[in-house]
């Protein structure tokens, strides 16, 4: 009986590979900077930590926040004076509309003179005139409002940007310090996502078809995973190998050494 079940063990074996792969953060990436400006703070206590909304790193945002400052006031006194000349282009509008009239009625009056025409006349001109500048003014001044909601805009996420939070995310690494000069592009940080874990194994090329009908062992335990990523596209450093991947719960502890086995049914 125990040679039964020992040749059993061993087709077993000999029907199933053996792979080893670093248990991985679901995704690690790299934050850069989209800012200029100098690092106020950085958190170093925060390594190997979960984020929350408290900022990691600060860089100096002092000017942005008075700039922007400016910019409401700005915005408001625009937005008044724009609805004063809206006011005053209607009170015109009805005036104008009264002018027109007027020398509509005079204007084949025999009794009226030229010299008295000719009055009605250029102060309907007058008022046309006024009418149209002041409509030029209120779309100059919308143009302005414009161009200054966005740079308060520009502003509000220059200062949003100043400030690294990546809430829900580990802190994995710090690339700047207090007191550092960094520019758009620059590398400040390392973030991963530890709500799951990421195996990666490499396949040989018979070993790619059916591969996700297979039953997964990790650390000789049967476990309902299942192969979520698979490229059919050899992998550029393990030549003739197909990189595949599987997402698992997160463990207490990253980068332990996992032995994976893919078995039939």
């Given at each position: 009986?125990?040679?039964?079940?020992?040749?059993a063990?061993?087709?077993?074996t000999?029907?199933?590979?053996v792979?080893?792969?670093?248990?991985?953060p679901?995704?690690i990436?790299?934050?850069?900077?989209?800012?200029?400006?100098?690092?106020?703070?950085?958190?170093?206590?925060?390594?190997?930590?979960?984020?929350?909304?408290?900022?990691?790193?600060?860089?100096?945002?002092?000017?942005?926040?008075?700039?922007?400052?400016?910019?409401?006031?700005?915005?408001?006194?625009?937005?008044?004076?724009l609805?004063?000349?809206?006011?005053?282009?209607?009170?015109?509008?009805?005036?104008?509309?009264?002018?027109?009239?007027?020398?509509?009625?005079?204007?084949?009056?025999?009794?009226?003179?030229?010299?008295?025409?000719?009055?009605?006349?250029?102060?309907l001109?007058?008022?046309?005139?006024?009418?149209?500048?002041?409509?030029?003014?209120?779309?100059?001044?919308?143009?302005?409002?414009?161009d200054?909601?966005?740079?308060?805009?520009?502003?509000?996420?220059?200062?949003?940007?100043?400030?690294?939070?990546?809430?829900?995310f580990?802190l994995?690494?710090?690339?700047?310090?207090?007191?550092?000069?960094?520019?758009?592009s620059?590398l400040?940080?390392?973030?991963?996502?530890?709500?799951?874990?990421?195996?990666?194994?490499?396949?040989d090329?018979?070993?790619?078809?059916?591969?996700?009908?297979?039953?997964?062992?990790?650390?000789?335990?049967?476990?309902?995973?299942?192969?979520?990523?698979?490229?059919?596209?050899?992998d550029?450093?393990?030549?003739?190998?197909?990189?595949?991947?599987?997402?698992?719960?997160?463990?207490?502890?990253?980068?332990?050494?996992?032995q994976?086995?893919?078995?039939?049914?």
């Amino acid at each position: 009986m125990k040679f039964f079940i020992f040749v059993a063990l061993l087709a077993s074996t000999l029907f199933s590979k053996v792979y080893y792969s670093k248990v991985s953060p679901y995704q690690i990436r790299d934050i850069s900077s989209n800012v200029s400006g100098l690092v106020t703070s950085t958190n170093e206590n925060m390594l190997g930590k979960k984020l929350d909304a408290t900022p990691y790193i600060t860089i100096d945002s002092t000017l942005d926040v008075k700039e922007l400052h400016t910019i409401k006031e700005k915005i408001q006194i625009y937005r008044n004076t724009l609805k004063t000349n809206q006011k005053i282009l209607k009170n015109m509008q009805a005036l104008l509309v009264k002018k027109e009239t007027n020398y509509q009625e005079i204007k084949d009056l025999k009794i009226k003179s030229r010299i008295e025409k000719d009055r009605e006349f250029y102060d309907l001109i007058t008022s046309k005139n006024s009418y149209l500048a002041t409509q030029k003014e209120i779309h100059s001044l919308q143009i302005q409002l414009a161009d200054l909601q966005l740079r308060q805009a520009q502003l509000e996420k220059s200062i949003h940007d100043k400030k690294f939070t990546n809430s829900g995310f580990t802190l994995y690494a710090l690339y700047v310090k207090q007191g550092q000069v960094v520019t758009p592009s620059v590398l400040v940080a390392k973030i991963a996502d530890t709500s799951k874990a990421l195996l990666t194994i490499y396949l040989d090329a018979e070993d790619v078809e059916g591969a996700r009908k297979k039953v997964i062992y990790i650390n000789k335990k049967k476990t309902p995973y299942t192969i979520n990523r698979l490229q059919t596209i050899a992998d550029s450093t393990n030549i003739s190998k197909y990189k595949a991947q599987i997402i698992i719960k997160a463990p207490k502890t990253f980068s332990q050494l996992a032995q994976i086995e893919l078995k039939d049914e």
